[in-house]
T-cell receptor, first 114, second 115 residues
Framework: EAGVTQFPSHSVIEKGQTVTLRCDPI?????LYWYRRVMGKEIKFLLH????????ESGMPNNRFLAERTGGTYSTLKVQPAELEDSGVYFC????????????FGQGTRLTVV | AQKVTQAQTEISVVEKEDVTLDCVYE???????LFWYKQPPSGELVFLIR??????QNEISGRYSWNFQKSTSSFNFTITASQVVDSAVYFC????????????FGAGTTVTVRA
């Protein structure tokens, strides 16, 4: 069974550009989460999807970040326009059932804004 | 508000030494869950353990052991007889009573095991 897959693994963009990160959860997992780790700091929650609906987006830093999960399968996280402070590692996780099953994390996308 | 503190930024040991990672948490929830994850050089976060707040029994899994002490709000992790493959970043995390994986993570401890 494939795990959580994230694309790309690395991205280097210039300030002001747009970047789209993608997460493919484990098949059948309704719950999908985005997290971010800014260099050396703690990993912070960004948002939670249940199928295609945003259940909790309290961690989204500002309106330059847009997450979607059309059809309840894969998810994208777009940053537009990117700023230097957006650099970090973006993790995606998925789980099958809230409260009952473990969440599995992807390998992360390392985003560098220069 | 929930908060997890991992005071140790980096730990370096020689192979076969034991290493203990500290984790202190803050929460107002009476029911909560604590986790440890390992991030090897490949990057993914690997789940190690989940413990609920009502279960204070220590747990051992192979060379790994965990010491949960509610009185001191700590959930420490020990690797016994460390190996080079244990080199990784280790994260402690906390979730609320809903166990919905809205995790609050610590900053992580980088463990380097030298041969």
């Amino acid at each position: 069974e494939a795990g959580v897959t994230q694309f790309p693994s690395h991205s280097v963009i210039e300030k002001g550009q747009t970047v789209t990160l993608r997460c493919d959860p484990i098949s059948g997992h309704d719950n999908l989460y985005w997290y971010r780790r800014v260099m050396g700091k703690e990993i912070k929650f960004l948002l939670h999807f249940v199928k295609e609906s945003k259940q909790d987006e309290s961690g989204m830093p500002n309106n330059r970040f847009l997450a979607e999960r059309t059809g309840g399968t894969y998810s994208t996280l777009k940053v537009q326009p990117a700023e230097l402070e957006d650099s970090g590692v973006y993790f995606c996780a998925s789980s099958q059932e809230l409260g009952k099953t473990e969440a599995f994390f992807g390998q992360g996308t390392r985003l560098t804004v220069v | 508000a929930q908060k997890v503190t991992q005071a140790q930024t980096e730990i370096s040991v020689v192979e076969k030494e034991d290493v203990t990672l500290d984790c202190v948490y803050e929460t107002r929830d009476t029911t909560y869950y604590l986790f440890w994850y390992k991030q090897p050089p490949s990057g993914e976060l690997v789940f190690l353990i989940r413990r609920n707040s009502f279960d204070e029994q220590n747990e051992i899994s192979g060379r790994y052991s965990w010491n949960f002490q509610k009185s001191t709000s700590s959930f420490n992790f020990t690797i016994t007889a460390s190996q080079v493959v244990d080199s990784a970043v280790y994260f402690c995390a906390l979730s609320g009573f809903r166990f919905d994986y809205k995790l609050s993570f610590g900053a992580g401890t980088t463990v380097t095991v030298r041969a």
